[in-house]
């Protein structure tokens, strides 16, 4: 390995490309061994693929978790402290949900709110 310093003052390192394939391959397997102690540890979890195929081809993702969950939706509206008109306008698309409600929809579901917009 090789460093040198550019005029600028940034350090760069030259090493062989096995070296830094190794670097990489090790990185990549710590990352997935920390993604399988979350999912072990329950603070995540994978994502079936019929799941992620219905969102990804235009269904509402609020209705796809739901279902996934078994909720039925008043008990999903009940547990976000929404209306169960004001949810089925959200999953129709008829509306775009406050933040709020938003939120409490995700916590209801246990996911992400980016999970579902």
């Known amino acids: 390995m090789q460093k040198f310093i550019t005029p600028?003052?940034?350090?760069?390192?030259?090493?062989?490309?096995?070296?830094?394939?190794?670097?990489?391959?090790?990185?990549?397997?710590?990352?997935?061994?920390?993604?399988?102690?979350?999912?072990?540890?329950?603070?995540?979890?994978?994502?079936?693929g019929n799941v992620v195929h219905r969102i990804v081809h235009g269904e509402n993702p609020i209705r796809v978790w739901r279902e996934y969950r078994g909720m039925k939706a008043k008990d999903l509206a009940a547990a976000a402290d929404i209306t169960p008109a004001y949810l089925s306008e959200i999953e129709t698309g008829k509306k775009d949900g406050s933040i709020k409600a938003i939120k409490a929809i995700a916590a209801a579901l246990k996911v992400d709110m980016d999970d579902l917009v």
Not at 19 to 30: F, H
Request: charged share 25%; net charge negative; aromatic share 2%.
């Open 8 to 48: 600028n003052g940034e350090t760069l390192v030259i090493m062989p490309l096995a070296d830094y394939e190794a670097l990489i391959d090790a990185a990549d397997i710590a990352a997935a061994d920390k993604v399988k102690a979350d999912i072990s540890a329950g603070l995540d979890e994978l994502v079936p």
